[in-house]
């Protein structure tokens, strides 16, 4: 699904990704972790197409397309999403409104009709339940005073509605209290299938106890030094970040 | 030109003209025609809808050339408990020497008259001289074509002068009427600090007025701390027209305090001219009796990056008058300016009124700015409460206009001052309101 | 800030959509202002004689007045020599039904999106049509007849109700009030007259639709509104102008007088010919609109959605007289291009316990200017009133400027003022959180300006809420990257 060759990216004169090779295929659930500055919340920004960082080399396939061409709005309709470390405030539009918007001209890109007002509000209704969300906050200012959960849960709301192909979780837990971690974690483990890839990006092992990994990446001065399953969090989160730095040192 | 204004200026012309124009100075005789040019205020101008200063100076001055200095004045009672600090004495617009005090000076701090300046430091006076400030304003023109006197102080790079200098003005009106222009001309150079109070005191019921001109220039990573406490008689008129201009990395705080006076106008203006500068300023009105208190302020960003604040807080009772108007400029290319104002006031009396006008013009997009401006009364409830807990009426009054006062002297950094300013006013919360 | 400058630049603005003119034959004024023009005018409409002495005092008072300065708006000198002053289109003597009305007319309106005829089936919204400053039309007379509701032109109005113009005309606006209402005193041509008589609630929506068609015209209507004690009407407008290369004229009057327990609500959705993009052409809207809460516990609502027009000089107010009465301010005003905008209101609180609101969001793009003036005053005897003022400002691009100019007077100590100001830009990381939802540039731009202005819009009437949330977006597509 997600083919990344050797992709490196810098912001200004700063290079943050040098060279990242990552294979995501449907049905997988990769975690990336890393210390503070390793690049791990750039390559999700990458990804996802935001203007402040520079692409300098590489290569990024999803479904066989060049999505480095692709404006981030096209990415999401091609089935990328985004859930974002530090969620939008828009005053005066309203969650429901935001989604409305954002459903319907995802169809459209993808040659469909819009949604009316009756099914939109089906499908808003069954996917409130499934992420346990509320409808008085979907009806308030998008993440408008918003408690850091709350902005969380809505990240993960709007994931459920737009039913990405791959979906990137950009430190999803920071901020969240251990009851607030559960839901969102329910939220996107119940929107996992074999059809569909999710990228958590983290700093701490916590999150992967409720949301397994296929596989977990250790990412370090902007390049991928290792790679495993599950048990590699676990490790890490005995030993520390500076067993990897020492080994990065070494080799 | 209305006929209060021409017949005004054909006095001042008439008393004025030999002794101030020959000595010569073309700057004067260029303010003098723009003065007759733009002509005193009316109630039709604009900064001046609400301040009917004409008409005073019409109907309580006869114009005489100049005010002599008052010789035998003692300034003890006048002098704030702050602590030491290098002193300059005015009285009556004159520079009064031998109340002064200026040893102990960092060494090349020049402080000086323009006319006892050697020669050198003349010539650097006439390169600064009026090249901030803007004539715009009547009695800035009047100001500069009349000044009696003028101080000018220059802190070369990277001295950080460690007392204040204290700058008093004592007008004499016991005897007879006073009129004064003085004028203050301050160059602070690169990585230099620099803290001026400047405190204006008036005696007798004579009317009196006093023009100042004031010019300082804020170089590159410099300081400057800029107090100013008036508490002039009730029948002083007061314009000061004072602009700052600030180069890079600048830093500037000002504070206004006004407790006395008929009509006291104070036109600030200050010009962020370089990029991360850093500007507060601050001000608080506390009148009661006729006194009409009248704050303009402007504050120009030209440059991107820099950041500005300002707190105006005023009380106002029996008849007496507050005017604000402080206008936000940032200019195209100002980008990420952060620029923020307030003006809060309280009404305690049937009389007293408040005309407020918070201005913002901004031509560049990626900005923060913002204006707030409230007038209201002390909290019924909070009094009520107050009381409850066995506070007799006239202190808990006064302990909540304390309260809403206190905030505006967050500006100012020498513990000595704060601690003067917070007595002064909460002894005048106390007495007088 | 590239990017934004960028597209900032590659901006082409959409066609004004009304753009187009009628061929409708007119019956026309001789150009030029003097006495003459007055007499014609007044003669033309067969007027009474007091009207026309009215018309000429105005006239004569006009003539010793100057064009106000103060204004943040910048124009070429007005030559009112070189204005028509009266243009009618040609049509029948009277009317008697919509059936009579000239065809081509009722294209004209159908092109507006208001269908006179269909009008009536579908919305309940009465209309009274304004072209080139007469009206042709006013629907659903007999349902409002039937309440003792009076819906009309202004000139019907003369003839039927003069007892009510004699009494109320120039009584919240005074004839001399200031020179564009001096100036259309003297030439006004028609508008709507509307009446809700004591304790009736107006069950549809009022609407009048002004459209200047002939070249070289200015147009210059009245309205008024009087809503007797315990009455309720809310009332719309809306106005649009052809393409013309050359500036033309609106000044017109608009006077509210609501008495006890008098609720008006006027709505505006304002869309004059801006002007093209290199600010040729376009309408300059001179207009004083004033409401007089004359009654306690009265109440007048203005909401204004300002997106049309070169220059906009506009402050519809509120004078509180009555003790409890109430006044609110509600505005949206976007340039674009060349435009110039000087908007804002007054509220002058004279009775006891009045209150009022006023929310002013201003959107800036492209290289125009936009300006919110405003006044709070409480008088002296106002004892506890209160006012809330908020004044926002949005900046799309660096070519523009957004100024507030508010003036707050005060004379009463029990007052409450809170006034507040701010100013911003469109986030970055808003419109990318939007790409990233999959929500195109354009879309999000529009999205993220009515959230802005929702405070406002929210108060509209449904059916103008609607056309004024496409208006925004129309306004400001493509202006920003």
């Known amino acids: 699904m997600l083919s990344i060759k050797n992709l490196q990216a810098s912001i200004g004169e700063k290079e943050i990704l040098k060279g990242i090779n990552l294979e995501v295929n449907a049905g997988e659930v990769h975690a990336i972790m890393g210390p503070n500055g390793s690049g791990k919340s750039t390559l999700a920004s990458v990804l996802a197409g935001r203007e402040d960082y520079e692409v300098t080399g590489g290569e990024v396939e999803f479904n066989g397309k060049n999505i480095l061409e692709l404006d981030p709005s096209d990415r999401a309709a091609e089935g990328i999403f985004l859930a974002f470390q530090y969620p939008v405030e828009i005053p005066g539009v309203s969650t429901i409104n935001f989604m409305k918007t954002a459903v319907n001209k995802i169809r459209q890109y993808r040659g469909q009709s819009p949604l009316d007002a009756v099914a939109f509000l089906q499908l808003m209704k069954e996917k409130m339940k499934l992420v346990e969300i509320d409808q008085s906050l979907l009806s308030r200012s998008l993440n408008e005073g918003f408690s850091g959960g709350e902005k969380k849960r809505n990240e993960i709301f709007q994931m459920a509605m737009l039913e990405p192909k791959l979906s990137i979780l950009d430190e999803t837990d920071s901020g969240l209290d251990i009851d607030a971690l559960k839901i969102v974690a329910n939220g996107v483990n119940s929107l996992r299938s074999k059809n569909n890839a999710t990228i958590v990006v983290t700093h701490y092992q916590r999150l992967l106890d409720y949301i397994v990994p296929d596989y977990v990446h250790v990412l370090y001065k902007g390049k991928i030094v290792k790679s495993g399953t599950k048990e590699l969090a676990k490790e890490l989160e005995a030993k520390g970040y500076d067993w990897i730095k020492n080994e990065v040192a070494l080799a | ?323 604000f108007n402080g206008k936000i400029y940032v200019r195209p290319h100002a980008q990420k300016t952060n620029a923020f104002q307030s003006n809060r006031n309280i009404l305690m009396s049937e009389s007293a009124t408040i005309n407020t006008k918070p201005q913002l013009e901004i031509w560049a997009d990626d900005v923060k700015c913002s204006h707030g401006c409230t007038t209201g009364q002390l909290d019924e409830e909070a009094l009520f409460y107050l009381q409850a807990r066995g506070i007799p009426y006239a202190s808990a009054k006064a302990m909540l206009l304390y309260a809403f006062a206190l905030d505006v002297l967050t500006v100012i950094k020498n513990e000595n001052l704060k601690a003067h300013l917070d007595q002064l006013i909460s002894e005048r919360l106390h007495k007088n309101f | 800030m590239s990017k934004d400058n960028q597209v900032l630049e590659e901006f082409t603005s959409k066609e004004y959509e009304h753009g187009w003119n009628v061929n409708l034959e007119a019956d026309e004024a001789p150009k030029g202002l003097s006495e003459d023009t007055v007499r014609f005018i007044s003669a033309k409409k067969n007027e009474p004689a007091w009207l026309l002495e009215w018309r000429l005092k105005a006239y004569r008072q006009w003539e010793k007045m100057a064009e106000p300065t103060w204004a943040n708006v910048h124009h070429p000198q007005i030559n009112y020599q070189d204005i028509i002053y009266y243009s009618a289109p040609k049509q029948k003597k009277s009317i008697s039904g919509l059936d009579e009305v000239d065809p081509e007319l009722i294209k004209t309106f159908e092109k507006l999106g208001i269908s006179i005829t269909e009008q009536k089936r579908l919305t309940g919204v009465a209309v009274d049509a304004v072209i080139d400053s007469v009206s042709v039309a006013t629907t659903f007379k007999e349902t409002l007849g039937e309440l003792g509701i009076i819906f009309c032109s202004f000139s019907e109005a003369v003839k039927e109700h003069p007892e009510l113009i004699k009494k109320y005309l120039g009584s919240v606006v005074p004839m001399n009030d200031n020179y564009f209402a001096a100036l259309n005193s003297a030439v006004f041509s028609d508008g709507s007259f509307c009446y809700i008589p004591k304790g009736v609630r107006c069950p549809m929506e009022l609407s009048t639709y002004f459209r200047i068609n002939a070249a070289n015209t200015g147009q210059f209507e009245r309205t008024l509104i009087i809503a007797d004690e315990g009455s309720y009407v809310s009332y719309l407008e809306g106005c649009t102008a052809p393409m013309r290369d050359e500036n033309q004229l609106h000044a017109a009057v608009v006077e509210l007088y609501a008495m006890k327990d008098a609720e008006i609500k006027y709505s505006t959705v304002q869309n004059w010919y801006p002007g093209d993009k290199n600010g040729k052409g376009g309408i300059y809207n001179f207009v004083t609109k004033r409401g007089l809460c004359f009654g306690d516990h009265s109440k007048i609502s203005w909401t204004q959605v300002e997106t049309g027009s070169a220059i906009t000089w506009k402050y519809p107010s509120c004078v509180l007289k009555g003790d409890y009465s109430m006044g609110e301010f509600y505005s949206v005003a976007v340039t674009n291009n060349y435009q110039q905008a000087d908007t804002g209101t007054k509220m002058i609180h004279i009775g006891k316990n009045t209150k009022s609101r006023i929310v002013s969001k201003g959107i800036s793009a492209g290289k125009s200017q936009n300006s919110y003036r405003g006044q709070v005053h409480i008088m002296k005897r106002a004892s506890n009133a209160r006012n809330f003022s908020q004044c926002d400002s949005l900046l799309m691009g660096d070519q523009c400027g957004a100024h507030t100019f508010p003036y707050i007077d005060v004379e009463n100590q029990t007052a409450r003022i809170e006034h507040e100001a701010t100013t911003s830009k469109i986030g970055e990381d808003q419109i990318f959180y939007c790409l990233q939802r999959g929500i195109d540039e354009e879309a999000a731009v529009a999205l993220i300006v009515n959230g802005y202005a929702k405070e406002v819009l929210n108060q509209l009437p449904m059916e103008f809420a609607v056309e004024a949330q496409k208006l925004l977006a129309l306004t400001l597509e493509g202006s920003v990257g």
């Open chain 2, 1 to 323: 030109m209305t006929t209060a204004t021409e017949s005004i200026l054909k006095q001042i012309l008439e008393s004025s003209t030999p002794a101030y124009f020959d000595k010569g100075n073309e700057a004067r005789k260029k303010a003098f025609a723009q003065l007759s040019e733009i002509g005193l205020p009316t109630s039709k101008s604009e900064e001046y809808r609400f301040t009917p200063i004409t008409k005073a100076l019409e109907k309580r001055f006869t114009w005489t050339s100049s005010s002599p200095a008052s010789e035998a004045i003692s300034i003890d009672s006048f002098l704030p408990a702050i602590g030491d600090t290098h002193l300059i004495v005015f009285t009556n617009g004159r520079f009064a020497k031998h109340l002064s005090k200026l040893d102990g000076l960092e060494s090349n701090v020049v402080v000086s008259t323009f006319e006892d300046a050697d020669l050198k430091t003349k010539s650097v006076i006439q390169s600064l001289l009026g090249t901030i400030s803007k004539t715009e304003d009547p009695f800035a023109a009047m100001n500069s074509a009349f000044y009696q006197e003028g101080i000018f102080i220059h802190v070369p790079a990277n001295i950080q002068v460690a007392k204040p200098i204290l700058v008093l003005h004592i007008n004499d009106a016991q005897a007879k009427q006073v009129i004064a222009h003085t004028r203050l001309l301050v160059s602070i150079e690169k990585g230099s600090d620099l803290s001026i109070i400047e405190k204006s005191d008036s005696l007798g019921t004579q009317p009196c007025l006093h023009t100042f001109t004031e010019e300082m220039i804020v170089a590159e990573s410099a300081t400057l701390d800029y107090c100013k406490i008036q508490n002039d008689s009730g029948s002083t008129h007061q314009v000061s027209n004072t602009f700052i201009t600030q180069a890079d990395n600048s830093r500037v705080n000002t504070f206004t305090l006004t407790l006395n006076g008929q009509i006291i106008r104070n036109n600030l203006t200050i010009q962020i001219n370089g990029e991360q500068c850093e500007s507060h300023f601050n001000g608080l009105y506390l009148v009661n009796g006729n006194t009409l208190v009248d704050n303009h302020t402007v504050v120009d960003h030209q440059k991107p990056n820099s950041f500005s604040n300002e707190m105006y807080k005023g009380i106002m009772d029996d008849q007496a008058k507050g005017v």
